[in-house]
């Protein structure tokens, strides 16, 4: 049976002092290597996308219809297209060759049902290309860069050539729209619409090109919020209740079931039964992130990390943000960043925990009890963690605070910074304060060089 | 009996010594002079047996009728003169009359005015111990003799070495007062001359009407018309222009008729003498409060019927008013009345002319009122400010009792009347612009109070900050690093837009409509403009509702006038000796032909201090000058009024000979060196080549200011007062060593950063060594500019005494002083605000200035916090009732408490990160050793700026940016003994040094991530 969980755990008693530590890790971060922060005004409404489009630029999107490219490095804004009358729902960057240059473009998609590409190249001219004839306003956009080709999700699937000329489209559904799509290897591309995932098989052998809905997977509970492509083998698609599938990308059967379930009180009763009393974004996969192996899940206010070869849980953690966790980001380093609707963004380690305790009765995977979605970690009750090997915990390092707003999403620059998006209107970027200093520093020098002399 | 004044020398020892050439020795615009006081004296104020309490300004006028009295001081008499006997001093400073009185016309009879520059001379009472600085200058008056009242503004003061140090502030301030009350003095005196002009002009026309009414009375009837034709050829020309205009020849007219016409005339002329009254009759108005503003069609026309039935019962009375006036030559008297008006009429060309001469002048500027900043100060009377100007471009006509004056008969009789009384002040000079120039007189007295000493060093300081632009813009005062002459740079001059109007009085026949336009033309600026804008100057705005009219009723000289009036010769007169005391003045012509051993020098048309496009500028004039005045006197010293070039050519008797008796004078004092004053005049600007400075040196020495020898001193050729930026080493000048500047080793200042770590506290000099200084940066000119650098002194000695109660009140400042110092914002937290605001004034000591002046100070705000406003808000003072609904901390401050140290006035608690080091300590601790404000202001900025120039060594240490190289390890060694906190100030501010030279600002925060600690009392 799918609903049980593939552990289940028990409390351990150090996990309570470690938990309140950790979310009150106070203003002494020395691992949190943030400690400068701009701020890029522009937007005049809700950020929600950030594309990064090659190693310093940047591009931003939101409910004014604008989408804004910056210099990360210096702050500086750099094209500014109004192409949509309403808020974009979706942004993609698309590179190809053209003249034996790599070009790089953004497409947008916007509730205005229009689809807008344009070269984010100020140099050249800001070349725009609008198709505003949808029949649905696009929610998802894919590049298939194998294919040159681009799809645009919407109530119908629809297949663009790099020229903006519609090749074909699928059939196109009243009820529901794709909210999600991924690559498959051989053309394949699966879509999340509402609980099921089609998989769609896109014919280029023939003259014309085709797109056709090959298959339906059917084994979500409830509508599907997140669907990722973890590795060549493997995609993982969460639900709006908490389910987390792992598929085989060729065979499209499923490899994992998760069930993540933050239980009440542990150890007693069935979860079935305290699904309805939990709020259900409480549950709710609103994202998934991974890195070809460890797969983040944001559930709820929690964060959960998967190991999807190893196929076991790594490290959880229910209270993870004082509000919904909006998106995550494993990072080179090993290190997971989330950012949540009380507009914080936290950095937080996958650290091996001390000493097992003694193994927990058995129960469902869930370890925490009632906590207010206010995040007041006061009066948490006992918990129970079953010792699993390879467990670890997820302890925070740091916290960017800075947005008056849901951080909404953010996009890493590596060395070069963070840059987060908020309801706030605002974009912050986020340095190391010292490697700063020394650019400015050798900004300094350099112009004194030039200059002879002060 | 009137002893003769102290003239004093003004000399230095040391002028002119070779630079030296130490290549160690400071760069020169850092070298500090050395106490100019002579040596092994106290360079504070020596108390003397002056009567009066303080300095103070004094105007004082030679009355041709009572002779030199005072008319007023600043501040008043009563405080500052104490038991002063101002008449007697006011005798001795005008006994000495540097200015041409008028001298009376030499073959023509034609009056003309003198525009005679301004004298500036310093002078000294030494049985008083009183010294003043004295400006003579003229007004004109119609009814004075030659038409000049002799007045001068003196400066007086206690004490010699301030006067003489600050000779070219002096004679700039005052030079602009005077040209501000010159400016005012034509107006007035181009309104009397037009009141005149009206008066004669109706005398004429009466007095032809008599001559007529004889003629026809012995004529017979028949010839009327005849009669007529050929009064009509005699008439002026403005009833000429007057017939013209209607169309009508008018040559066969009945005697009705002509009647008709003549009261038309009448009417016209007076309406537009009325008009041209406005002016007077505002400022007239304006004294008694009783302006009426009447702007509509129907006040105008109400006046105009008003006016004709003035004019009519006028006519009435005509018959009568001529009957009672019996001239006994009628001719002989219309003569002299035609005379007179072509007199008045050459004044009033004249007058009204000379500003437009001057602004043909390239390098004229125009009175400006300088008093833009002190519009930001709320105006003590503002109703005499703004009830004077009608809006602008708004046809205004005012009408008073005045404006419809009745023309009067003058009898060339009384044309002169020397026991009437003289004008007083108001009555010569605009109201407006008086004022003005009383305001620009009490500013001096402000900006020139205290010892000279203070004065002396408040320069220093100011010259060397310019230097440093690299550090400067961190904690100093913005006041403070700009030269207050420099000032002048940031207002970009402007012209009046109406350019080049020229007298229409040129171009004859002369209507009276012209000439009566013509006197609204004294052009007053309409518009300052700061930073490149204009804005609308309220106070500049032109009494005169027409003056767009200007342009229009001018002309451009002709070519033949100008021709004529090249190669006559020009004179002018710059001193008369008078009574014992006559001091004589040396003339150019006397230094061409017999030389002169007297010690003069010419002093430089403008203050050294000025910078160098004012320089060049003032030069090129001084050349042009000298080319038109070949055998002309030379100048005691100029003021920027203008030799009126074209006015001297067209009127040949305005020149006058040299008085033998001035000759007479100087043929004791020539000796072989003629040339020399000409040659200092050339190099006024203070580039006079080594050689002329050694020998105008030797003339010094040759003639030490000892009181009993009249000495003049003319210039101040003295570079060791000037304390602009260029040209002059201090260094050189060791004779002037005092206790006050210690010579400053200055190769030790080159020995690194190692020693300066060890220099002591007071030793702020070493720091200014080691600051670069020809940056490219340059301060943003819309610094908050004050001009009030009295005011600036009190609110420094208040931010002292503030941040001392600080220190006192709460022991851990410290702490909060490190938060600011180390660029994290320091929130005052309170629900009073004058508490709240009271600390955060205290905090502003330390409160390095991110982006533009006090732009990183709130002192009082209730809005939530955002991230922006973080990232220029340094010190904040916080409402702590804005949000009520949480009483312990407002949740924004909760939410970005890691950024924020919050200081809570209420609770009187402080939390912030702790500070351990001991580089600011010097900053807290003197909180019981130090009383003053003043002396704690000074203080903390000496430590601070040690702090600073640490601060810009570590910008400047590559090997502490770049950690891969490890060739300076001298530079890490000096800065790893500090302590972390520290550090962070010092890579605060450095970082705020880099960022601002390298002009890159983006808007950024650092922070750290370190605890907080909760300090409480």
Redesign the interface.
Known sequence: DLVTGRGTFGSNSCSQTNLIAALCIGEEQPKNCFTELQVLKGHFDIVRFLVQIDDFRLASAGDDGMVLVWNVETGERLVELRGHTQQITAMTSYTFIRGGKPHTGLITASSDRTLVMCSSQPDTGNRVQTVSDLQSSARCLLVLSGVDVWLSGGNELCVWSRDFQLQCKSVHHRDAGITAMVELPRNYIAAAMDKEIVIFKLNLSEVEMSVLAIRHLADHQDTIRALISINDGLFASGSHNGELILWDAVDWTIQAYEFILWEEQAGDAQPEIRVGQQKQTDMSIQHLATDGELVVAAVGSGLYVYNAVMKTVVAYRKIAHDSDVLHTMLLDNGQVMSCSEDGSVRIWELQDLPLPAEPAPSGFFGMFGTFGRSGKQTGAPMKKLLDISGLRSLELIGDLIGHSGAVQMFASFGEKGLVTCSADHLLIAWKDGERESQLRSLALFQKLEEMQGL | MIGSPDLLAFTAETDFREPPTDPLALPEELSIPLCPHSSNSSPWTRTSRVKFSKDFILIAEFSEQVGPQPLLTIPDETKACGSFDLNHFSLRIMSVDYQTSFAGPLGSSNAKLNFVEDAKVVLGESREGAYAYVHHLTLYDLEARGFVRPFCMAYVSSQEEKIMHHFPQLSAEFSKVSECLKTGNRKNFANELDKKLGDLEYTRLILLREIRREQLSSEPVSEISGGGEEMVNGRFAWQRVNEDKKGNSSLSQTREEEKLKEKEGCEFSVEEVGKSKDMSGLDKGNESGSVVLSTGADGGGNNRSKRKERFESLKETEEGQSARLRWPDKAAELASVEKAIQEHRSLLKQVTSYPTRKLRDPEFLPYEPDDAPHTLEPDPNPYTQHSLIPEPGVECSVFTHTSSRPPQLVSSSSCRRFDKRLKNLEELCDEYFLQQALKQLRSIEKNFRGDSSYLFTRQLTQKLLQHLK?TNFLFEEPCDLVVETEQQLHKPEVRPSLLLPVSPLQSEPVSLESYTSCVEMVPIKLQVSMNGQFLAEPNSVPSSPCCDDLALVTDAPTECDCQDREGVPIQMKDSISSGESIEVLGTEKSFRTQGTHISIETVPLRPLSFPAPFLEGRKRRVATQRTNSEDSIEVLSTTDSIIPDDLRASYPSAIHEETSECEGEEKDRTSGQEDKGVEGCRCSSGEAAPAEGEEKCNNFLRTPGTPDTPTIVLTPPDPCIDFALNNVNYLDSHTMAGPLFPMVDAGSLQEGPLQLLRDDLSDCTSYLSLA?????FTLSPDLHWEKSVGGSRRKRARLGRTALRFLRQFPFAVHAVYSLLSGRTLVVLGSEETVVRRWVTALTIYTPHVGKYRESIQPWTSDPL???DL?TWKLIGFNRMASPTSPGMPPCLV????YLSVLDVDQRTLRCPAYRGSLICPLVEPRTQIVHGTTYYLYAQSVISKIVSRAFLL?FC?SL??PSSQSEVSAERCYCDLHDDDMKIL?FLS?LI??Q??D?T???????????TVFKL
């Open positions: 690299s670069s200084t020809a940056s490219e955002q991230i922006t990232l939410r970005y408490s890691r910008t590559h940016h770049l890579n970082e880099a960022l030279l390298t890159n983006p808007r950024i925060l650092r922070f750290s991530y370190t605890a907080s």
